[in-house]
């Protein structure tokens, strides 16, 4: 994943334009009108294209002599890439994206607390229970409640020991921080530390069928969490 420093003119630049692209203000095949993005963001041509440089490793432009710099098609994406599925929960992305969030969740998550109640060591375990109390004492506070819940599946593809599974965090935190932060930040919600100790529990009695089974239960909770957020908004 090719990482920039989000703040200053750069970052800044970056993201207008990505955003722009993401939320299909800019359609994939146009061609970028470099002088007149120069002008609008009131930035050097250097600077221009340092920002374009960041969006071309992400797969989302190219350039090409005669054509210029130009959209690659939605297929050409890393839509792996976590700046990328930031993006796309700015203002106008697609609100379907939390639900295939939920799809890819449901395919790792189970099958990586099996592999956990296996393998977990007693570093795990504590890291584990050291997100649960931060969960704990979190309530009443929206930003603590999405470090702790991050903290808290971090550490759970931490503890299957696949160093593979463990890159998925780049992709399972930034689009679960997004959706706790909907979630977290909305009305009063139950509490979740009893969902995500029953996931610690079963990995502790190495149980993978439990651990299985507690981690479904979570995740049907968060769809449930999610709708509800949703259907208030609906009524509002």
Do not use: C
Request: hydrophobic share 45%.
């Amino acid at each position: 994943m090719t990482t920039y420093a989000r703040r200053g003119l750069h970052g800044q630049t970056v993201e207008v334009i990505a955003r722009r692209i993401l939320a299909g203000e800019i359609a994939p095949g146009a061609t970028l009108d470099i002088t007149a993005l120069q002008a609008e963001l009131d930035v050097s041509l250097t600077a221009l294209r340092e920002a374009l440089k960041v969006l071309a490793a992400k797969g989302i432009v190219d350039a090409r002599q005669k054509r210029g710099t130009f959209v690659r098609p939605r297929a050409d994406w890393n839509l792996l890439d976590g700046d990328v599925i930031r993006w796309q929960f700015a203002e106008g992305a697609d609100p379907r994206l939390l639900d295939k969030l939920h799809e890819v969740r449901s395919i790792i998550e189970p099958a990586a607390v099996r592999l956990a109640a296996g393998r977990a060591t007693d570093d795990d375990l504590a890291a584990l229970d050291a997100a649960l109390d931060e969960m704990a004492a979190a309530k009443g506070r929206p930003a603590a409640a999405v470090a702790a819940d991050l903290s808290f599946h971090r550490a759970l593809l931490a503890a299957t020991h696949n160093e593979l599974l463990e890159r998925m965090e780049v992709v399972m935190e930034t689009g679960l921080a997004e959706r706790d932060r909907l979630v977290h930040g909305g009305e009063p919600h139950d509490d979740p530390v009893p969902s995500h100790r029953a996931v610690v529990d079963a990995i502790r009695a190495r149980d993978a069928t439990a651990a299985e089974t507690a981690m479904r239960g979570l995740l049907e909770k968060a769809v449930r969490d999610v709708e509800k957020v949703r259907g208030q908004k609906g009524n509002r």
